[in-house]
């Protein structure tokens, strides 16, 4: 009994204080007593589900157009293309052209003066040829004199 009692009190404050929700079928006749109604109310059997519309969550609205986007290469395609271009610029780089520019390659001028490794380690002076024995003694000695 206090379980019938509840559940009524219950419904009753469901179907007073949310009134759109749950909507009872009413009949033909007109006059009813509020107590009648109150009885049609609480009835299961006329009881209908709550409507409800489910939200819409499109990005665009309906007269824009979806915008197409150009196909992105593949990662062969791209590696590829990196690859090459960087080796394009290394080849760039490292050209002998780069590397020394026809402006900076004019001779140098000649020195009299010898340089500094060339002072440090004078060329070797061939020995003369000896066809005679003077030219032979008379040869610079090395070593004991």
Known sequence: MRLAFA?????????????NLANAQTSSSGGKSAMSKT??????MNWSMPKWKAPSFSMMKKSEKPIVKKKQPSVFSTVSRKTTSGWNKTKAALSPSNLFPASTSKPAPKKDSPGFFSSMFPPKTEPKETSTVNDFLSLPRSGNQ
Do not use: D, G, L
């Open 7 to 19: 559940a009524a009190a219950v419904t009753i404050v469901f179907v007073f204080s949310q009134p």
């Open 39 to 44: 009885a049609e109310a609480m009835n299961p």
